[in-house]
T-cell receptor
């Protein structure tokens, strides 16, 4: 079963707009990570937020974490066509070492 | 380029066969992870090795096995293949054993098609 569930499943926006994706999880976590995957290719690590952090920035990316609601959001500002990809949240469960991924949000940036 | 290499890129084989997927981690990384990505199951963690020893097991079938060699490369062996084993298989590596939090670097994957 999936630990993380992203929402929405798919998102289509115009270039220049902001994109927000959400992730919910079920059990306590050690950290939460966001990855990007271009069609059929390997995953690229975007950002990691630890369970004691609430917000983190990296370039045009902003991630928030609310452990009381067991949820996280990824905001991509000023979107570009190159941001078109699937975005996954992955949790590192306490007591486990492999990452548990959600099903992903497919983001399409229209020029 | 993540620095993680996987071979082969594509593999087409018949049901009942056995295949071996190979992964070389980034230089300096001691942990190797294997994941399976399929349309119906999504991305599933299979198994992790750290410095040659099995560290954690996920949703790995008994027909599948893996090992990590002294030079830290890893192999994932899939046997008695079934149509449902068709998927993308990713290898990832990280610095540590996982008790600390380390980001994982993913290889380009091996696409396995079982006919």
């Amino acid at each position: 079963s999936q630990q993380g569930e992203e929402d929405p499943q798919a998102l289509s926006i115009q270039e220049g707009e902001n994109a927000t994706m959400n992730c919910s999880y079920k059990t306590s976590i050690n950290n939460l990570q966001w990855y990007r995957q271009n069609s059929g290719r390997g995953l690229v690590h975007l950002i990691l937020i630890r369970s004691n952090e609430r917000e983190k920035h990296s370039g045009r990316l902003r991630v928030t974490l609310d452990t009381s609601k067991k949820s996280s959001s990824l905001l991509i500002t000023a979107s570009r066509a190159a941001d078109t990809a699937s975005y996954f949240c992955a949790t590192d469960l306490r007591g486990a070492d492999g990452l548990t991924f959600g099903k992903g949000t497919h983001l399409i940036i229209q020029p | 380029d993540s620095g993680v290499t996987q071979t082969p890129k594509h593999l087409i084989t018949a049901t009942g066969q056995r295949v071996t997927l190979r992964c070389s981690p980034r230089s300096g990384d001691l942990s190797v992870y294997w994941y399976q990505q399929s349309l119906d199951q999504g991305l599933q963690f299979l198994i992790q090795y750290y410095n040659g020893e099995e560290r954690a097991k996920g949703n790995i079938l008994e027909r599948f096995s893996a090992q990590q060699f002294p030079d830290l490369h890893s192999e994932l062996n899939l046997s008695s293949l079934e149509l449902g084993d068709s998927a993308l298989y990713f290898c990832a590596s990280s610095v540590g054993p996982g008790r600390e939090t380390y980001e994982q670097y993913f290889g380009p994957g091996t696409r396995l098609t079982v006919t």
